[in-house]
């Protein structure tokens, strides 16, 4: 089993910066591929962005793109988000997730209970 706990989300003006971090226990995630998730009120959940094992292939949604990063350390078994230029419609409770397979993160297995983001524009 792998236990995932977000932190570091707060309310932070438009154009601010916040980053997220999600610490795994449990076992090792080294191997595993990581991903990032969001879901505002009245909306469904929606990929933010994901990393593969080394770090070394990333995806992002379009609306994320140049703002967003997502990063591992897997020493700390942490996976990150930084979070730059924020916009209102960012705001939303963002999900970390793990998979084995990089390709399944949609349907990933192991989910976290989410931190809330909060834009004030």
């Known amino acids: 089993q792998v236990q995932l706990v977000e932190s570091g989300g707060g309310l932070v003006q438009a154009g601010g910066s916040l980053r997220l971090s999600c610490a795994a226990s449990?076992?090792?995630?080294?191997?595993?591929?990581m991903g990032w998730f969001r879901q505002a009120p009245g909306k469904e959940r929606e990929f933010v962005a994901s990393i593969n094992w080394s770090g070394g292939r990333t995806s992002y949604v379009d609306s994320v793109k140049g703002r967003f990063t997502i990063s591992r350390d897997n020493a700390k078994n942490t996976v990150y988000l930084q979070m730059n230029s924020l916009k209102p419609e960012d705001t939303a409770v963002y999900y970390c997730a793990a998979d084995r397979d990089f390709n399944r993160i949609l349907v990933a297995q192991y989910w976290g209970q989410g931190t809330q983001v909060t834009v004030s524009s």
């Open positions: 449990g076992r090792p995630v080294s191997s595993y591929a």
